[in-house]
DNA sequence: AAGAGTACCAACCGCCACTTC
DNA sequence: GGAAGTGGCGGTTGGTACTCT
């Protein structure tokens, strides 16, 4: 199928935007919303692509941005989630109010250089899911958090095989970290992780293991 | 103080999936 | 059913701020 441009290249700007077009945009979007991100730049009398406008509204502008440092809970769940999902940034931010994907992508490729870095080093990382998968050939294993598992009567490591089916197994495994190879994990600034974050052990069992089951399900695998 | 190296973040690009006609 | 249009996603890049030597 042949693509038109997802814009005319001619005579629009590129580049940071100015807090005059940020006011143009946001006052645009606020009385008629954004129905339409092609057509909205004209409609708005700015002179950017409309994928343009869409991303700076999204990862900028909107009004429930959250702006700042991660806490340490929203780098557990980054951690986690990109244990099980990979690289599906959208789907992370999804799982924290008032963050981007994009901002999930930067945080998470900044810390993975230096993860990378240190795991040449001792061998260990707290990247290690895919890892796993890159190394085993065969499938992936996924150890779940402690705290999800210790009193649910499924506990340990999740088998994920090639064919998409998965089965679960014991793991000595401590700690929160998702590790191929069960190595105690630690968050990127090198503390242990805690284990006090959550109380409703059950619930958040059944939410990683719906939360897996509905990611292989969007892939169309069976499980 | 200055240059080099590193970290961070905003933005762009290309591709894919979905929707519409 | 298929072409065209659009939105959304993930990878990557480039600029700036910060730290180190």
Redo the contacts with the bound molecule.
């Keep these: ?4 441009p ?1 814009c005319e290249k001619m005579g629009l ?5 100015t807090q005059e077009e940020d006011q143009i945009l946001i006052s645009h979007i606020q009385q008629h919303g954004h ?5 909205l730049p004209k409609q708005a009398g700015l002179l950017r ?4 406008c ?3 509204w999204i ?2 502008l909107r009004p429930d941005i959250k702006r700042g440092k991660f806490s340490n809970e929203e780098v557990e769940t980054i951690l986690k989630l990109h244990g099980i999902l990979g ?5 992370i931010a999804a799982r924290l109010p008032g963050r981007t ?3 999930i ?3 998470w ?3 993975l ?2 993860n990378e870095r240190s795991t040449t080093i001792n061998n260990t990382s707290t990247y290690p899911l895919q890892e796993a998968e890159a190394d085993s050939g065969s499938g992936a294993l996924l150890d779940m958090p402690q705290e999800a598992t210790s009193s649910s009567s499924v506990t340990g490591t999740l088998l994920i095989a090639n064919d998409g089916s998965s089965s679960w197994r014991n793991s000595p495994a401590k700690g929160l970290g998702f590790h191929g190879n069960g190595t105690v994990s630690s968050d990127i600034s090198g503390k242990t992780m805690g284990s006090n974050a959550h109380s409703e052990i059950g619930e958040e069992m059944e939410f990683w293991c719906n939360l897996f089951t509905s990611s292989h399900h969007d892939k169309g695998m069976e499980i």
């Design positions: 199928m042949v693509r038109t997802c700007k590129k580049g940071p935007w129905g339409n991100w092609r057509a692509c409309g994928k343009s869409r991303l700076r990862n900028y690289n599906r940034w959208s789907t994907d994009n901002e992508k930067n945080f490729h900044t810390h250089k230096r």
